[in-house]
């Protein structure tokens, strides 16, 4: 399958010196390969005085990069770290002014208010990115398994960011040596679609076809051995994405993942990983999802329809369906009941996870305006790194599922009026525009993975 390409390979491991390189990884306590030297140079991310911002809220030893201090510097970075140690600077004396007005002049828009954990970090570390991102496509592989994938359905954030990335316009380098980070363009859910058979012993394949794959990046490039992977990074929407990066430890264990499913009892690390939306693009467009009613047309408390997925689900219907007027819960919405319209003149929008944590129902939610209710269990949502959920959503136990009506009945109406508004402040974040526009949900997602950059050294 990859014979066309040990020509190649040939080549270039005769031109490239031997390369070996250690990774210093922050605080962060990666697995032993990634933490040699860890004593002799460490990244803190902590200012001594301060407190640390932790822009990933439940992750408490998660904080953001502020700075280098290692008492006596082994290291010797090459341009492309010397570049992140001063996006790091200018990003931790921009969290320092976090109460002051943002002294940063932007034409498209300025990140502030209680949505964000640190609107002025925020907005610096997105500056710092525009100016210094650069992400390399390895051009291995070959279609419809790489550099493609769903555009539409559910998976399609998997596609749209594949896409995206290989039109090459944006943080795209042509360049390996300049990248911050690489990219391994294979698509799960095409993956899934062309090598599993139902109930053949095929579940494999798509396991090891990513092994294959690293083997090739690893054997034709000096960038994989180098970093352990550490600034390399996959993406997937689809069921599978975590189960199929655990054929390669270091992928698994390493790498940044960017993955639909982020939970973290199969593995999810919210230090290193990024949790992507699942958006359900039923025709490709999002033209007319976006907006509905003010508060005051919203006559119904709560609202979900889904199918019966996973445990999560069966205790939301076995509680709530056909049970009350405020919570509507439906397996299946009533003959001439339009799903939009419920979530359109609902407060609260019900966003059980399914067979997986993430549910497409989060993004609906916040395009139409009603405020998403999460219920899941070692779920991450998506730019937790950035927002800070508790501002514009509420979240629910899974033991609590019994107390919604009253937990929703609970919140004020000003709190809701505040939390309306602030969703449709979120909503520019989860936006998949055709062409991306700054501050959407591609250009989102590029900085939870240049966040997770920002924490890895890479010693050349
Ligand atoms: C990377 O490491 C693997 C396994 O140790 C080795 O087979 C491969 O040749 C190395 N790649 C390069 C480019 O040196
Ligand atoms: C990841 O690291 C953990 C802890 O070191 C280890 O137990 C696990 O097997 C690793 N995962 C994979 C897929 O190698
Ligand atoms: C999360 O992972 C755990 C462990 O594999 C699993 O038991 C649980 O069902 C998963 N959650 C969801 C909602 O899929």
Redesign the pocket.
Same mark, same amino acid.
């Given at each position: 399958m990859w014979s066309f390409l040990w020509d190649r390979f040939a080549t270039?491991?005769v031109l490239?010196p031997?390369?070996f390189i250690t990774v210093i990884v922050s605080t962060l306590s990666f697995s032993s390969p990634l933490t040699l030297e860890k004593k002799s140079s460490v990244l803190s991310l902590t200012v001594s005085d301060q407190q640390p911002l932790n822009l990933l809220g439940e992750v408490e030893d998660f904080s953001f990069p502020k700075q280098l201090e290692a008492p006596t510097p082994v290291y010797s970075p090459t341009m492309v770290e010397a570049r992140l140690v001063q996006a790091r600077e200018a990003i931790k004396e921009a969290a320092r002014n976090r109460d002051s007005t943002s002294i940063l002049e932007d034409p498209d828009y300025v990140p502030q208010g209680p949505i964000y954990r640190n609107a002025h970090a925020f907005h610096r570390s997105y500056w710092e990115m525009e100016k210094v991102f650069k992400i390399y496509v390895y051009k291995e592989g070959e279609r419809p398994m790489f550099h493609n994938g769903p555009c539409k359905s559910i998976y399609s954030t998997e596609g749209r960011l594949i896409h995206e990335i290989e039109k090459g316009r944006l943080f795209v380098t042509e360049d390996p040596e300049e990248a911050l980070v690489y990219f391994l363009p294979f698509s799960v859910v095409m993956m899934v679609q062309y090598l599993y058979i139902p109930g053949a012993k095929e579940y494999h394949a798509v396991g090891n076809t990513v092994a294959d794959y690293i083997n090739i990046i690893?054997? &034709?490039?000096?960038f994989? &051995?180098r970093s352990l992977g550490a600034d390399h990074f996959m993406l997937s929407c689809h069921d599978w994405g975590p189960h199929t990066t655990s054929y390669v430890p270091n992928l698994f264990n390493s790498s940044i993942r960017v993955l639909c499913n982020a939970n973290i009892s199969e593995g999810f690390n919210p230090k290193k990983d990024v949790s992507l939306p699942e958006i359900h693009l039923r025709s490709g467009e999002i033209t007319g999802l976006l907006g509905g009613p003010s508060p005051s047309k919203r006559p119904i408390l709560a609202f979900f329809a889904g199918r019966l997925h996973g445990h999560i689900r069966y205790l939301l219907l076995e509680q709530w369906k056909d049970k009350d007027h405020d919570v509507q819960v439906y397996d299946s919405l009533p003959e001439g009941v339009s799903y939009e319209t419920m979530l359109k003149t609902s407060r609260y929008c019900l966003c059980p996870s399914g067979y997986e944590v993430a549910s497409p129902r989060v993004v609906e939610a916040i395009y139409s305006e009603c405020i998403p209710v999460l219920i899941s269990d070692g779920y991450i949502p998506p730019l937790s790194d950035v927002l800070d959920w508790k501002k514009f959503s509420v979240q629910v136990e899974v033991k609590d599922i019994g107390n919604i009506k009253k937990i929703l009945m609970s919140i004020s109406q000003s709190q809701y009026l505040r939390m309306h508004r602030r969703v449709k402040q979120v909503q520019r974040h989860f936006v998949v525009n055709p062409s991306p526009r700054r501050f959407d949900f591609f250009h989102m997602i590029v900085h939870s993975i240049w966040l997770r950059r920002l924490n890895v050294q890479i010693q050349g």
């Open positions: 270039i491991l490239l031997l390369l690893s054997q &034709n490039h000096p994989w &051995n």
